[in-house]
Structures are given as structure tokens and as C-alpha cells.
């Protein structure tokens, strides 16, 4: 590769040049191309991100996309946009009725719905997600009954998915599903960047009374390679307040209730 003899704001330019062509950047490969330490590449791609230029991932860096076909990890995912996740999360455990059963899906804005689920409820959870299961058992809350779905583990995602998962999922239907996904186009529908979790996300919309999408506003306005729905499948979009009034608008014509999490 060409070599590159730089100041510190003409090598930092260069790394998001190669971002926006690769999308990913790794840091020995940086450091061999700009003949500088490791240590110096950690502390440029730490400054960008800081400035949510990037976003760090193990041993380099990934682009803050418009496109997500990389099936980025939780740990990077949990960086982005927390606090507009946790809000949206509270809203949505407030939907949450007693007795209600509910399927509660992988991701990082979904783990927020857990973290909010009312103690006093008598509620069954059904989830394919390791995260999520794992953070009922630390809350330890008295009235859930959780149920786990079998299948083959995503590591990025720790979710399981697969025929066994699809085929024990077969077996219930539920009040409501809370969906959390990778890209939302108000005109085309909902994504993700895994075809195997995409059809495991379109068996949960069949078996349940009410379709109910957490994402906060970057969230729309991207696409990913699988498809999940059409927005007419979904019954209400928990958002924040950076959502355009074009979706918005979109959304609610289409009969979806879109809410604002405050």
C-alpha cells in the first residue's frame, strides 16, 4: 500500500477518506502505512470518535454509515445514541400490561425495555437474545416468567436464530413484539444485516397481536441487505425527537402510531 508521511490533522483526514471507501480500518494497518506507533492510531481514532467522526470497534475503527451492511457487535452498537435508547426503552415498558406475554428481541435499545420493566407486573417474556435474558436474570424481577428460544448463536448479536428457534417460536402467540432494527426507510420498510435474523424478526410480526419498533431517529432513512416488514405491518414506532416530520408524517398516514419517548 502507498506510504503516507503526515502532520496529525492530514493523517487523521486520511483515515476517514479510507473509511468512507472501506468502511473499516484496522490498527496495524494504519500504523504500518503512516509509520507511526499503535499507540498514536488508537489516540486518533479515540479524537474522532469523540467527535462522532467513527466509531471504535475492536482493533480499529468502522464508519458511522448511512448504509449498514456490516453486523456490527453490541459492545460498538451500546456506544451510539444511549441516551435517546434508554428514554425510548422506558416507553416502551410502559406499554407493557399485566398478564400481557410479549417477545422482546435482540439489541441495544430493547435491553433499555428490560431495564424498565415494572417489578409489580405479572408479564412472560419470550426472547431470543442472550443479552436480554441475561439482564432479567440481574434484575431478578419476581413476576417474569422468561422463555428463552433455542437456535444457532449470532455472536455479534448474541441472539440465537436458525430452524429451531423458528420452530419453537411456532408455538406461541403473543400481546405484543418489540423489534429493534439496523435501518428504517418509511417508504420501503424495515431491515437488518442478517438474512437468518430478518426471518426470525417476520415470524415474530405473525404471532403477535401488536408490532411495536423501538429506534431512535438515526435509525431512519438507512437500509441494510435483509428485509424484515413493510411499515403497514408495524402498529407503533417508539422514536425520539429527531425523527423528520416527513416520516413522521409518512408514518402516521400509513396508520402506524408514532410516539415521542421524553
Known amino acids: 500500500m502507498e506510504k503516507h508521511n503526515s502532520t496529525t490533522v492530514e493523517r487523521r483526514k486520511t483515515i476517514l477518506d479510507m473509511l468512507n471507501v472501506k468502511g473499516q480500518v484496522m490498527i496495524p ?50 456506544k451510539l445514541h444511549s441516551f435517546e435508547k434508554a428514554k425510548i426503552g422506558k416507553c416502551a415498558a410502559n406499554l407493557i400490561d399485566d398478564n400481557n406475554t410479549v417477545i422482546i428481541d435482540s439489541g441495544t435499545t430493547t435491553i ?104 431512535d431517529s438515526s435509525k431512519f432513512g438507512r437500509k441494510s441487505m435483509a428485509f424484515i416488514c413493510e411499515p403497514s405491518r408495524i402498529n407503533t414506532v417508539i422514536t425520539d425527537e429527531g425523527i423528520s416530520n416527513e416520516d413522521r408524517k409518512r408514518l402516521e398516514d400509513a396508520g402506524v402510531k408514532v410516539i415521542i419517548a421524553t
Open 112 to 215: 433499555e425495555i428490560v431495564k424498565h420493566l415494572s417489578p409489580v407486573k405479572e408479564i412472560t417474556v419470550i426472547s431470543n437474545a442472550l443479552n436480554i435474558v441475561n439482564q432479567l436474570i440481574s434484575k431478578n424481577y419476581p413476576n417474569v416468567n422468561v422463555i428463552l428460544l433455542g437456535g444457532y448463536l449470532r455472536k455479534t448479536s448474541l441472539s440465537l436464530v436458525g430452524p429451531l428457534a423458528e420452530k419453537n417460536l411456532a408455538n406461541f402467540y403473543v400481546d405484543k413484539v418489540f423489534l429493534g432494527v439496523d435501518g428504517f426507510d418509511t417508504k420501503q420498510g424495515v431491515y437488518t444485516p442478517n438474512i437468518e435474523e430478518a426471518h426470525l424478526n417476520q415470524q415474530m410480526i405473525e404471532i403477535a397481536k401488536e408490532v411495536i419498533l423501538v429506534a
Open 29 to 78: 494497518d494504519l500504523s504500518s502505512i503512516f509509520h507511526v506507533s499503535e499507540v498514536t492510531i488508537r489516540n486518533d481514532l479515540d479524537q474522532l470518535e469523540k467527535k462522532k467522526m467513527l466509531l471504535r470497534a475492536r482493533g480499529g475503527a468502522i464508519r458511522i454509515d448511512t448504509v449498514v451492511n456490516i453486523d456490527y457487535r453490541l459492545s460498538d452498537k451500546d
